[in-house]
């Protein structure tokens, strides 16, 4: 599609948010040229200092000779404003004489007062004096220009401001909606990737705002609203502007949020305000971000609901029922909680069409990684296949954050291009948070080293190829001290009870380890308790995989906050609670005592791992297998230097980038598991 150039015959766009006042630049430039002409022409009025002020009888007899010193010129001037015969005279003597209170000395002298004719005469003989007549017109504008400037400044700095306030105080209720221009920053299709699906059903948006008459001729209808779901990161916004990009259409962004305020009727007056600039711009487009914000369902939660949201809410309901298609204007609205929405937003004839963008697959991430490497220098050693198929469930957010953080870590290696083993160190980084090296003794070193070697053997026995060991380690990252990590080598959609089961049992691998090996249990089980809780919780609640039958049984499990009942109610009697708290143990002891079988058929393995870790700190899933198949590591182990560390000077702590997301492996302190 051709680019869209600046055309001076392009229809204006109308009624846009009024701009605030904006002083004229170089404005304190001007102002202090009005200040300083207003005290020029201040101290010409009055006196100087170090000028002596003289009688006029005094100034007859320097000219004549007959004071101590003599003139050696002066000005006489009429002064209009004194009377016809008030003159003002000014001039230098040939000597020094007292200046005035300061006791000073000075040749400049100043007299006012009448003069008379004799006095008149006596002046002009001494050929020493000049008369000079003041204009009209200058002694008007001395008199009145200083009052003008003042006058002008106040203007300027307190009624103008005053004035611009309170328009502002008017435009309170006005849309807070952005206009994106269209030359710049243009995002079309061909930006998005890994969402094929929702750019069809958006694709039919884009040919109508082009051509509406080929809808409408066909008595059609282009729905009125679009409801992009999906998670966070999965590129709902980028959606949204491609497809402003596309028809070539104003795009008006604004967020739920900007919505509500602590004033009354000021976010329904913004709705009615923003419908109205999308008809004056018609065929347009108009996003609403996060529209969970305001479009919750009406009266839910704990208290009821807000007064003023609800408006808000009423008002965005009414204004999208009474919406004409025809005038080609399209709402698109993004939320990642579409099971808070009010159903009146829903409802056909708002939002008639929902567009799940959901996260990519194996092929969409090898297209959002294209996408996002064209800005990114790579080496040719990089193949975005392998890179797309060790990410899976990342988003497009955290795809386009993997490349530019392998861009960071090559250029503090001083690298000219992107190598693979940068990608490779940022994919372990976001996926796993950062490593950090902390001084542990031998004891903690060792209890660690047998924990994360309990979830690599289980992991090793029970894994059936779909998610092998990717690496294991003692080296913290994120929030654990050590973890087993996995790499899918598929994008895995469904979940059998079978590999449920080996979850739980490849949970208890740490507990089991350090109670084999120490007759004694720590907090480092924490996280793994938790997590195979919650999964043998829901396989018997959610699943329907226990003797309890393929019932839903968690149905009380939502907070009351933000839920849509006012109240908890309780959908389970004593008797099923029980039942349930049995079923789940079963799951929890029975997978336990499996694992503990397993680990103690292969104790010799156990030790090898362990003693590997402890040298090592870091080995690979291969060696985790060779040493399964041959009882040593056959391949060997390369592992990047530690830096220089001293018992007196402690690691510096800081927060993981990301935690840890492996949810078996993971040993960490006694605090609750990061999600």
């Not at 004489?97 to 007062?113: L, V």
């Not at 051509?211 to 992009?228: E, Q, S, W, Y």
């Not at 959908?571 to 997978?591: C, F, L, N, P």
């Not at 003693?611 to 590591?633: D, N, P, S």
Request: charge should be neutral.
């Amino acid at each position: 599609m051709p680019e869209i150039k600046n055309d001076k015959k392009r229809r204006p766009l109308k009624n846009l948010p009024p701009e605030r006042f904006q002083p004229p630049k170089f404005w304190f430039v001007w102002l202090s040229i009005a200040m300083a002409v207003v005290v020029i022409l201040f101290f010409q009025r009055t006196p100087m200092q170090g000028v002596a002020r003289l009688k006029i009888q005094e100034v007859v007899d320097y000219a004549d000779g007959a004071g101590l010193v003599k003139v050696k010129e002066g000005i006489i001037r009429p002064e209009p404003s004194g009377g016809r015969d008030w003159v003002v005279i000014s001039g230098e003597l040939t000597g020094e004489i007292p200046s005035g209170k300061d006791g000073g000395m000075t040749k400049e002298f100043r007299a006012e007062g009448r003069l008379t004719d004799a006095n008149l005469e006596r002046l002009q003989k001494s050929e020493k004096f000049s008369e000079r007549q003041p204009s009209t017109w200058m002694s008007g504008l001395s008199q009145f220009l200083p009052i003008l400037l003042l006058i002008v400044l106040v203007y300027f700095l307190f009624i103008r401001q005053l004035r611009n306030a309170g328009r502002g105080a008017m435009s309170f209720g006005k849309s807070r909606a952005k206009l994106l221009t269209r030359d710049r920053d243009k995002i079309t299709f061909a930006d998005v990737a890994g969402c094929d699906e929702a750019k069809e059903e958006v694709s039919e948006v884009v040919d109508f705002l082009k051509d509406p008459k080929k809808f409408t001729r066909m008595g059609g209808k282009i729905p009125k609203g679009i409801l992009m779901v999906g998670p966070p990161g999965t590129g709902k916004t980028l959606l949204a502007k491609a497809v402003a990009g596309e028809a070539e259409v104003p795009f008006f962004s604004i967020s739920g949020s900007d919505f509500v305020e602590m004033f009354v009727g000021v976010g329904a007056s913004r709705v009615r305000d923003m419908f109205e600039q999308g008809r004056k711009n018609a065929p347009c487009l108009i996003f609403i971000d996060e529209i969970d914000a305001v479009g919750r369902q009406r009266g839910a939660g704990l208290g009821g609901g807000n007064d003023e949201r609800e408006q808000t809410l009423n008002s965005l309901l009414v204004e999208m029922d009474g919406f004409d298609t025809t005038e080609g204007v399209i709402i698109i609205a993004a939320t990642n909680r579409p099971d808070v929405l009010d159903s009146a937003l829903l409802r056909p004839g708002r939002f008639d069409r929902q567009v799940h963008v959901d996260l990519p697959d194996l092929i969409g991430r090898e297209q959002i990684l294209r996408v996002h490497a064209r800005k990114i220098s790579l080496s040719d050693d990089i193949d975005l296949g392998v890179i797309a198929r060790g990410t899976s469930g990342l988003s497009g957010a955290d795809l386009a954050n993997l490349l530019n953080e392998g861009a960071l870590i090559a250029a503090r290696r001083d690298k000219k291009r992107v190598e693979m083993v940068d990608i490779i160190d940022a994919r372990d980084k976001v996926i796993w948070g950062r490593e950090r090296r902390r001084i542990m003794d031998d004891e903690e070193k060792k209890i660690t080293a047998w924990h994360e070697a309990g979830h690599a053997i289980l992991h090793a026995v029970l894994d059936d190829g779909t998610i092998p060991i990717y690496k294991a380690t003692i080296l913290p990252r994120g929030r654990a001290l050590g973890f087993v990590a996995t790499l899918p080598s598929k994008d895995i959609l469904t979940m059998s009870k079978k590999r449920l089961l080996d979850r739980v049992c490849m949970a208890m691998g740490g507990r089991i380890a350090e109670k084999l090996v120490t007759s004694e249990i720590s907090t480092g089980a924490a996280s793994d308790i938790k997590q195979a809780t919650d999964t043998a919780r829901a396989m018997v609640c959610d699943y329907g995989m226990s003797d309890l039958g393929p019932i839903a049984l968690g149905q009380d499990q939502d907070t009351v906050f933000l839920g849509r009942d006012i109240t908890r109610s309780q959908h389970v009697s004593e008797a099923t609670a029980q039942r349930i708290d049995a079923a789940i143990a079963q799951i929890i002891t029975g997978q336990y005592a499996r694992g503990e079988s397993i680990i103690t058929e292969h104790r010799e393995a156990l030790d090898k791992i362990a003693q590997a870790l402890i040298e090592h700190e870091t080995i690979e899933g291969r060696h985790v297998m060779e040493i399964l198949k041959h009882g040593e590591i056959k391949s060997p182990v390369i592992n990047a230097p530690a830096p220089a560390r001293t018992a007196g000077k402690p690691a510096e702590n800081k927060p993981a980038d990301k935690p840890a997301t492996d949810g078996f492996g993971s040993r960490t302190a006694p605090a609750p598991n990061p999600a």
